[in-house]
C-alpha cells in the first residue's frame, strides 16, 4: 500500500437545528469566548435564519458582530475589508455562515485578522505563518465542502482566481443544520449538489494524493448524494433529505482536500470568472464532457463509481463507465439546470479564451489522471456547447 498523509477537522457536528444552541456549543468548546465575528453575505441574513443563532450568542454572555458584504467569487477588497471589520470588533473567534465564498472569507478573516502577513503573501501552498482566531464553519449549501477544507479562493483580477492553501484554514468545528437550507431553491440545490458529486468524483480519479480514506469517503458521499439529490431538488423541505445532503456534500469535502480536484474545477474556473456562472454549475456543465475525455486513463474507477451511482449498470469498464457519465447528465438534465453553454450566454467565439484561461489552472490540471493540452480543452468546452 502506498503511504499517504490525511488532515481534516478537529471536529464535525451534524444535528438539524443545531445552530439554535449556537452559544452554548461556542461557550463549552471555545471557553472565554466573548466577541465572536459571524462572517456571512447580505441574501443570507435577510432570510433572518442567523437571528436564533445570533441570539442564542448573546444568551451565552458573548458580543457577536456580523459581516455581510461577502459577494459570489469574492475579490481581495471584500476580504481586506472583513479582516478590518474583525479587528474593529476586537473578534476573539470566527464563524462563517453561508456558502463556499463566506466560508473561504471566514477563513482568511481568521488567519489575517491577528497577523502581520498581507494577503498577498499568503497566496499559493504553505505560505501561511503563525497562529489564527479559533474558527468555527457552518454551510448553508450543500455543495462546496469549504467547511472541512484547508483552501480559500480569491478573486484577484478581473477573471483570475488564487488559491491560499495551508493547514491553519482548517476549521477547528464545522456545524451541519440542515435547517439552514430548507429555503434553498431547486436551481441552487441542483448545482451545488452536482458540485458536490464533482469533488467525489474528481478526489477518487485523482492522480496525486488518491488514498484509501479519500476513497472511502468519495464513495460514501456519492451515495448519499445521489440517493438524495434528486428528492432535494423536488420536495425541498424535507429535513431528512437536506440532513442527507449536508452530510455528503462534507464528505466529498473531506475526501477532495486531501486528494485534491483536476480538470473539471480548471475548466470551470474560467466559466465563472469571465461570464459570472455560478462555481457548481460551471463543473455541472463541463463534468460530463470532461469524463468522456478521461475515458482512456480512469474507465475503471469510472466503472467502480458507477457501482455506487448506477449500481444496476453491467458490461465491460468501459460500458459501466459510460454509465456513470451519462447518469451524471440525466441527473443535471431532471433538476432542470442548464446543460449547455450556449444557455448561459457562451459562443463559440468564446471558446479560444475559455481554453487559453483553463490552461493557466496547472495545480489543478497535475491532478487529472489524463494529461490535457490546450486543444483538448477548446475541443472539451466545443463539446459543451
Known sequence: ??????????????????TQRLGDIIAERFPGTRRPFIVTDAGFLRTGL????????????????????????????????????????????????????????????????????????????GKVSGKRLPLVQVPTTAGTGSEVTNIAIVTTGATTKTGVVAPQL????????????????????????????????????????????SDALAREALSLLGRNLLPACEQGDRLKVRQAMLLGACLAGQAFSNAPVAAVHALAYPIGGIFHVPHGLSNSLV???????NLPQAAHLYAELAGVIVPHASGSE????????????????????????????????????????????????????????????????????
Open 287 to 293: 463534468l460530463p464532457h470532461v469524463l468522456r475525455f
Open 318 to 385: 468501459e460500458a459501466r463507465a459510460e454509465a456513470l457519465i451519462v447518469a451524471m447528465q440525466q441527473t443535471a438534465k431532471m433538476t432542470g439546470i442548464e446543460t449547455s453553454l450556449r444557455q448561459v450566454g457562451i459562443t463559440e467565439n468564446d471558446l479560444d479564451r475559455l481554453a487559453n484561461d483553463a490552461m493557466l489552472q496547472t495545480r489543478l490540471l497535475g491532478n487529472n489522471p489524463r494529461e490535457l493540452s490546450r486543444d483538448d480543452a477548446r475541443a472539451i468546452y466545443a463539446a459543451a456547447l
Open 1 to 18: 500500500m502506498t503511504a499517504f498523509a490525511f488532515s481534516t477537522v478537529a471536529n464535525i457536528l451534524s444535528e438539524p437545528g443545531v
Open 170 to 213: 482548517y476549521a477547528d468545528l464545522a456545524v451541519l443544520d440542515a435547517a439552514l437550507t430548507l429555503g434553498l431553491p431547486p436551481p441552487v440545490t441542483a448545482a451545488t449538489g452536482i458540485d458536490a458529486m464533482v469533488h467525489a468524483i474528481e478526489a477518487y480519479t485523482s492522480k496525486h494524493k488518491k488514498n484509501p480514506l
Open 50 to 125: 442567523l437571528t436564533l443563532p445570533t441570539l442564542s450568542l448573546e444568551q451565552a454572555g458573548m458580543l457577536p458582530a456580523h459581516f455581510s458584504g461577502v459577494i459570489a467569487d469574492p475579490p481581495e477588497a471584500v476580504v481586506l475589508d472583513a479582516v478590518d471589520s474583525a479587528r474593529r470588533h476586537e473578534a476573539d473567534l470566527v464563524i462563517g455562515f453561508g456558502g463556499g465564498s463566506s466560508m473561504d472569507v471566514a477563513k482568511l478573516v481568521a488567519v489575517l485578522a491577528g497577523s502581520a502577513q498581507a494577503i498577498g503573501e499568503i497566496y499559493g501552498i
